[in-house]
């Protein structure tokens, strides 16, 4: 039996990322460090300094997932303020997408851990629903739940118009702060 070489460092990192790409379904820690002849625990620091790196990878209970995005599309950008239930989240989302908004990440700002940030980006409703399932099906909470429902997102659209719609549209649902 030949034993395999392990792959070092960032030639092991793109090679994981590629992996992540290229499947249609979670790849495990276990899987990507059989893959790469190193430890589960090598996964994992490789993975979080990829996400570092802005790669839009989510951890779930089935594995790994790397968010598919075409984002050459979404020149324009700004940071908005929300603040709503969670119970709402899905309304804001589709509001956004169904505005052709991308809804790159979202940020709170904790009294005791200062700004955490996570990426979400989803640009359609079918996204947005994976993204929720994901929340059910791993038991997780919202950022918000932890600042009573404030939050911010970095939204990006291919227009400013469209960015314009879509803050209206959560103004007249009563899910945008107005500053």
């Known amino acids: 039996m030949v034993e395999q070489k392990k792959i070092l460092g960032e030639e092991r990192r793109s090679f994981i990322l590629q992996l992540l790409k290229d499947s249609p379904v979670p790849l495990t820690g276990s899987e990507l460090a059989n893959r ?27 594995g790994y997932i790397y968010l598919k995005q075409n984002t050459s599309n979404y020149s324009f950008e700004r940071t908005i303020a929300c603040r709503h239930s969670p119970d709402d989240t899905e309304k804001e ?12 990440d979202v940020k709170i700002e904790h009294p005791v851990y200062g700004k955490l940030t996570t990426q979400i980006m989803v640009s359609n ?6 993204f929720l399932q994901r929340l059910k099906t791993t038991n997780a909470s919202l950022l918000s739940e932890l600042t009573g429902g404030a939050h911010i997102h970095t939204i990006a659209a291919s227009s400013e118009q469209a960015l314009e719609k879509a803050e209206l549209a959560l103004l007249a649902e009563g899910i945008l702060i107005n500053s």
């Open 93 to 104: 989302l589709n509001l956004l997408v169904d505005h052709g908004v991308l809804v790159k």
């Open 125 to 130: 409703r079918q996204e947005v629903k994976q």
């Open 36 to 62: 790469t002849n190193v430890s589960r625990q090598v996964i994992v620091g490789d993975v979080t300094l990829l996400k570092a790196k802005n790669e839009p990878i989510i951890a779930t209970s089935q």
